[in-house]
């Protein structure tokens, strides 16, 4: 998984506002672009099985590059199945007391539409109306 050999350099700037972290490609460009910066002594410091070098506004480590995925993911689903007379409806309604109006009204078409044959159309006279409220 992680290649020793490919590491980067993440500076973590503890006074700055904007723009906390910087990653470059070795300790080299770092001491280039802030030549306040000892190379020799940082590389003490960063060399492999040294700690990270920290001061009141910089923090500097090495970290390896990770090439591959660390962990596959597993969706484990969220479904109660079981029989429609065995389940509760209290938690049922109470779910669905809390869905806004417009997400149960999408619940209701999607299960009715589900319940048509191909080409059947509901039947509307059993329908009734009603204005809904924001």
Do not use: Q
């Not at 001491?31 to 960063?46: D, G, R, V």
């Amino acid at each position: 998984m992680e290649n020793p050999r490919r590491r980067v350099v993440l500076v973590y700037w503890k006074e700055k506002k904007e723009n906390l972290f910087e990653i470059f490609s070795n300790l080299k460009n770092f001491c280039i672009s802030y030549p306040e910066y000892n190379y020799n002594t940082l590389n003490n410091y960063l060399s492999k099985r040294k700690v990270p070098y920290t001061d009141d506004t910089i923090h500097i480590e090495r970290k390896p590059i990770i090439s591959e995925v660390i962990k596959k993911r597993k969706m484990i689903p969220v479904v109660k199945k079981g029989l429609i007379k065995d389940m509760g409806e209290e938690e049922d309604l109470a779910y669905w007391i809390s869905r806004p109006v417009k997400e149960r009204l999408a619940a209701v078409t999607s299960l009715v539409s589900a319940s048509l044959k191909k080409g059947e159309r509901m039947n509307r006279s059993i329908i009734h109306k009603r204005k809904m409220h924001k």
